[in-house]
């Protein structure tokens, strides 16, 4: 943390990344660590890029940013386990490049890096960060890294919340805003999201062991009016059936291949992940699929690794 800092302090400009796909934990922990920075330094430039997420734009918004011809620049990636998945291609560029993440580091890719996969979330770690090192975290900031650990402890009910998690998570809670409209924003979803999970729960295959798919085709969010991102709101409906251990959503793309959500209540399905083109947590990962003979591969080991 101690070199992190210091790097900080050496940069006038920093640009702060994150992972396509946006989820809470990447917009809280990019953002939050935005607002923590521009008040401890007001005199440095400091900008979070990428792609305006439409779901997650009740959190922020992404800044625009035009660089200078040869201007030395410090970029920071928070919650990103591969250089794949960085949004905005301007780390390749930078000076100097850090990455703060909580997955396992199977890309170690940095001049420096911090990396707990321990941690509940990298918002976790930005707040701790923040807290430990006396930087100035601001009611904004503390909003953004509190949604940020809600998001990826599924409200404190998945196993890396630790006591830990709750300690921060009652630091941020001190500052001065409103969590009831913030948990309602995280919460609460259209009534197309409800139309979905119903349609997950009538057409979820589930095995004798305790494995579960759904396919979600082209066709399938056209007719709910849905895109990719929209479908990340009903990745934890399979396991709410007392009889499911772990489950795959595959979400076919515009371009035929699929994106597959994969989730687990106790069983680790990261390896899985890993041989498909993803990876993740233990029990919570993603994949890619590339044709409808690799959606059955993965379906079988998924049962296969519940034996």
Known sequence: MNEILEKIKAYDHILIHRHKNPDPDAIGSQCGLRE?????????????????EPTLEFMTLMDEVVLDEN???????C???????????????ADFLIKIDHHPNDDAYGDLFLVEDYRSSASEMIADFAFQNNLTMTAEAARLLYAGIVGDTGRFLYPATSAKTLFIASKLAEFDFDRSVLGREMSSFDMKIARLQGYIYENLQVSENGAARVLLTQAILKHFNLSDAETSKIVGVPGNIKTIDSWAIFVEQKDGHYRV???????????????????GHMLASGANSYSEKENEQIWNELQENLD
Request: charged share 35%; net charge positive; glycine share 6%.
């Open 36 to 52: 923590i920075l521009r008040a401890t330094f007001p005199e440095k430039k400091i900008d979070a890029v990428g792609f305006n």
């Open 71 to 77: 201007e030395p620049y410090l970029s920071i990636v």
């Open 79 to 93: 919650d990103t386990a591969n250089t794949p998945r960085i949004d905005d291609e301007r780390w390749k560029s």
């Open 261 to 279: 959500r994969m989730r687990s209540k106790t069983t680790p399905i990261n390896e899985i992940a890993k041989r498909h083109d993803g990876g």
